[in-house]
């Protein structure tokens, strides 16, 4: 059921985001990833300008409630 997932952790860098779910995979720890962006509504009329492009997303790791004690010592 949706409501066993909590989150782990939220990361704004796809390269440590593949970092943790690689950690994860490898202690055989299901997960899912939620990605939200942080550019906003009036994206269309200001573009990206002076914005961090590593930073454009969220990444939300969501764990079974179970394995987060499990994750946390392993990360």
Do not use: C
């Not at 860098?13 to 009036?42: C, D």
């Not at 269309?44 to 946390?72: C, Q």
């Amino acid at each position: 059921m949706f409501w066993d997932w909590r989150e782990f952790r939220t990361l704004y860098k796809m390269e440590e985001m593949n970092a943790v779910i690689a950690a994860l995979q490898k202690e055989h720890i299901p997960y899912k990833v939620k990605t939200n962006t942080r550019l906003g509504a009036n994206r269309s009329y200001a573009g990206t300008t002076g914005m961090k492009t590593d930073t454009l997303y969220e990444y939300r790791i969501l764990l079974k409630k179970e394995d987060l004690e499990k994750a946390a010592y392993f990360i």
